[in-house]
């Protein structure tokens, strides 16, 4: 037995012995798989790259001719950033933002770099289309208007003028709100509206019964003068991304503390020294209880008050009420938080007030826009670069198209044109007084 396992062992060696030689022109497996990849590679290159691939590029002329660029802004927000559209025979073909524009200085937000889309979107529905047995059909616009228009002949003539609901948009320029509002006159309504009514119309009414106008006082660009910024309401890190630009720079240039009152602790309360977590609906409440210790120390500024504010000892009296106590019960935030976000306010001005959606979208949003206004004037803050009520809107033509009628009210036109009439006859007539914790136009 173990001769025959020796005898195994020796044929076997000479069998691996045997083939181990080398063949005439053979190559081992590494040599071959070295070579083949070359190989492979040298023929896709052969196929892709001329010999003259070094030559120096010239950028070819897209067909169909020369694209030009034109200087637009973004129609997403209230912020107004600059962006050079390329255009290309009447179509808008490619954007890039504006480095030279005051605003967004060469940035855009997410919304902004994809304003194109809403023009020349591949999914952006381009011809009018009818529902029939469940799927959407194409049809012709002379099909479209005249269906469209003889149903509303038909609805007017059986229910009245008054059954039609006319919805406008924050995102008409104004000639297009003035046609809208002149479009539902003409059939006989007063029934039109735009999405103003829950996001604006608080503060047009808050602000204008306070001192004439409802509107922004300052802009983006004076935030940079601001030596504290109070946020309520608002979260511009995700809402308004170029306007929270103009908020850092006051922060880190003139050091200016910001103080955020929200429910949430938001991703702009991340980059505020102060955040006071209100329970939600208690705006006024914080808001009285800062100026609890505005009035309680001092700190509020007695000459632009007797100067320029009517009624603010009605304000003090409410106030009065809203001691530390009351504030915590009501809002949820601690004495110690309260008094350190209102002597921010008041050690550092002037500081600016802004304001969002947050603030207004209540059923007493007119009260809360009021409170606001009355802080600022408490604090001085009005009329100076650096103060004032900033409110960032949400559409780029919200104040546009309530002003040119698209929210309509009874009053609407009458406050927002009172108060233009008002600014006037306070820069050429003698002093006039407000109402209760208005300001006082003084003669020029």
Request: hydrophobic letters at 40%.
């Amino acid at each position: 037995m173990k001769k025959l396992i020796k005898s195994s062992c020796s044929v076997d060696k000479a069998v691996v012995a045997k083939s181990c030689k080398s063949v005439p022109g053979a190559i081992s497996r590494r040599t071959f798989l070295r070579n083949s990849s070359l190989m492979a590679g040298g023929a896709a290159l052969a196929t892709t790259v001329s010999p003259v691939m070094m030559k120096k590029a010239d950028a070819a002329v897209a067909a169909g001719g020369k694209a030009e660029q034109v200087k637009t802004i973004c129609t997403h927000c209230s912020v107004g950033c600059g962006i050079i559209a390329e255009v290309q025979n009447g179509v808008w073909t490619g954007q890039e933002p504006a480095f030279d524009h005051p605003f967004n200085k060469g940035a855009h937000c997410a919304k902004g770099a994809s304003i194109r889309e809403h023009g020349h979107g591949e999914r952006r529905l381009k011809y009018p289309t009818k529902l029939v047995d469940g799927k959407w059909k194409k049809i012709s616009w002379d099909q479209a208007i005249n269906e469209i228009g003889d149903k509303l002949l038909d609805i007017r003539k059986t229910s009245g003028p008054d059954s039609v609901f006319w919805l406008g948009s924050a995102k008409h320029s104004n000639e297009q709100a003035y046609l809208f509002r002149k479009f539902a006159a003409m059939w006989g309504t007063n029934n039109v509206d735009h999405q103003a009514r829950i996001c604006h119309s608080t503060t047009v009414a808050g602000v204008a019964n306070t001192w004439g106008y409802g509107a922004m006082t300052n802009s983006y660009n004076d935030i940079h003068f601001s030596k504290s910024i109070l946020l309520i309401g608002s979260n511009p890190t995700e809402a308004h991304p170029v306007a929270l630009q103009h908020i850092f720079k006051a922060k880190e240039e003139n050091n200016a503390p910001v103080i955020v009152i929200d429910p949430r602790f938001t991703r702009t309360a991340a980059h505020a020294n102060h955040f006071l977590k209100i329970r939600p609906g208690t705006d006024v409440a914080i808001i009285w209880g800062m100026m609890w210790h505005i009035f309680e120390n001092g700190w509020e500024d007695k000459e632009f008050i007797r100067q320029r504010v009517y009624g603010m000892n009605d304000v003090m009296k409410e106030v009065k009420k809203w001691n530390p106590a009351e504030v915590e019960r009501v809002s949820g935030v601690p004495e110690d938080q309260v008094y350190a976000a209102a002597k921010a306010m008041a050690d550092n001005r002037p500081g600016t007030f802004i304001w969002c959606m947050g603030g207004t979208q209540h059923t007493i949003g007119n009260n809360n826009t009021r409170a606001y206004c009355a802080f600022q004037l408490a604090l001085g803050n009005m009329g100076v670069s650096g103060g004032g009520a900033n409110i960032f809107r949400g559409h780029d033509n919200v104040q546009g198209a309530t002003d040119l009628g698209t929210v309509q009210h009874p009053a609407r036109l009458l406050w927002s044109f009172s108060g233009f009439v008002e600014t006037l006859v306070a820069c050429l007539g003698p002093r006039l007084r407000m109402g209760q914790g208005s300001v006082r136009r003084r003669q020029l």
